[in-house]
């Protein structure tokens, strides 16, 4: 089929041909011919119910009857106010809800309410930000300077700002000498260096909970709630992202409640809406939003805004989907499902390629190596990614690798038998192409 789709980070040389997707019912994903897939990476991460939830359509229909969009300049919808108010309930600390489309956006607004922030407070020369390596904040310009993935971005390198970054603590690759503990504290003795020695710093930007673009780095207990201190103790503002890894992914609501650390500035989007239309948020704590309050002339108010900020019908789906939440006790279901993930992990450890398996709640990162004793990554050559996804067909199941790590995301209500499933294939997966590429 000649199509016109130019698709995201794809070689469109080699794939000449997709599946091409027509429904989606509970956790599968038909094609036109009605052969099935099933969803294990939750559509890039932001499922949770499966497709097509009756109460969240009943509830996209409703809306789109009533008012399918108007902007929030100069006026505002009742279903932004809504959301917005659910928002600042559930996530503490938090005082308004600045909206956009994706959690790029979300991440781009959190840098520049982060600057402003300083300008409004007449510390101007607060232009920097440190974050972590291999973290991840998004695809644009704004957002690659501060989530630097060095795979994915250097071609763009010459247009990025320059952020500092500083180590996060992997606990697979430890250098020598160092146990885990002491590797994070060697982290966090560079990271209070850095805050107490730059005077020109905006802001402390990471993921909530655990990096998920750059590789399913799952950070230590305490680590995340230390670096918040620090943030405080040195007067730099704290952003985090919480785009994949909040609203259930890792286990809790809001990830940073449960790692005892307190952001000024967080986003959440992806499973915001259950993944079925675009809307990401920015919330912003009191102390950030009051230095934005002046007189009109005194220009600090915050110059930010999209034609589809504050969407009705993304923010309908959203209140919709956090009430479907709570009816379902989701957290409790992910607790279980959580717990099946866990009790598979030595089975897949012990897999030829495998080198090391991170989990925590609905998120898994297989990372596959060429050599389990010195943990080299398989390499880019084996073209890794698009074995593991034709075999994954083979198998029933849509996968997607990140690099040489195979992702398990699925959609947070996947049932006790779809996880086997899933799980099963995967295993099945890796062991057919590991006799393909060794
Ligand atoms: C932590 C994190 N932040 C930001 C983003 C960017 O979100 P989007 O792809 O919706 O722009 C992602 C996407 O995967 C992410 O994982």
Redesign the pocket.
């Known amino acids: 089929m000649h199509s016109s789709v130019w698709h995201p980070y794809t070689q469109m040389r080699e794939w000449n041909s997709f599946d091409v997707i027509v429904k989606g019912k509970g956790m599968w994903l038909y094609d036109k011919k009605g052969d099935r897939l099933l969803d294990g990476v939750a559509s ?3 499922n949770v119910w499966g497709h097509s939830k009756d109460e969240l359509v009943q509830a996209m229909v409703k809306q789109t009857k009533k008012l399918q969009h108007s902007s929030l300049f100069n006026l505002t919808n009742d279903k932004a106010e809504e959301l917005a108010k659910i928002m600042v309930r559930l996530a503490p600390n938090m005082h308004k809800v600045f909206y956009s489309d ?6 781009e607004v959190s840098a520049k309410m982060a600057l402003q922030y300083w300008q409004n407070r007449g510390e101007k020369k607060r232009t920097r930000f440190v974050t972590l390596e291999n ?6 310009i704004g ?1 690659m300077s501060l ?1 630097y993935v060095p795979s994915f971005f250097s071609r763009y390198k010459s247009v990025l700002f320059s952020a500092i970054r500083a180590t996060s603590p992997s606990s697979y690759r430890i250098p020598n000498g160092f146990t885990i503990k002491d590797f994070e504290n060697h982290c966090l003795d560079r990271i209070e260096k850095t805050l107490s020695q730059n005077n020109n710093i905006a802001a402390f930007v990471m ?1 909530s909970g655990a ?3 750059g590789g399913v780095n799952i950070y230590p207990d305490g680590f995340q709630s230390k670096i918040s201190k620090l943030c405080k103790k040195h007067d730099v503002l704290y952003i985090l ?5 909040g609203l259930g992914r890792l286990g809790s609501m809001v990830e940073y409640q449960a790692q005892k650390s307190t952001p000024d500035i967080v ?1 959440f ?2 499973m915001l809406t259950a993944g079925y239309l ?1 809307l ?1 948020t920015t919330l912003a704590s009191k102390k950030v939003y009051d230095a934005f309050l002046g007189q009109y002339q005194d220009m600090r108010h915050f110059f930010h805004g999209h034609t589809f900020t504050g969407n009705p019908l993304a923010c309908a789906t959203a209140i919709t989907n956090l009430a479907l939440y709570k009816k379902y006790n989701i957290l409790s279901k992910v607790k279980k499902s959580s717990a099946y993930l866990q009790s598979r992990v030595d089975e897949i450890s012990e897999l030829d390629i495998v080198g090391d398996v991170r989990h925590k709640g609905m998120l898994m990162g297989i990372e596959l190596v060429s050599n389990k004793a010195r943990k080299t990554p398989i390499s880019p050559q084996k073209r890794i990614y698009q074995k593991i996804f034709n075999e994954a067909k083979k198998h029933k199941i849509y996968l997607r690798t990140l690099g040489h790590i195979v992702m398990l995301v699925p959609p947070l209500a996947i049932s006790e038998r779809e996880l086997e499933f899933l799980v099963d294939g995967t295993i099945d997966t890796i062991k057919n192409v590991s006799q393909k590429i060794l």
Do not use: L, N, R
Request: some cysteine.
């Open positions: 890039m991460w932001c994706d959690g790029s956006t979300a991440m973290s991840y904040h998004g695809d644009t957002t989530g993921e990096q998920v673009a992202d919480e785009i994949a890894t986003a989007g992806k675009p990401a």
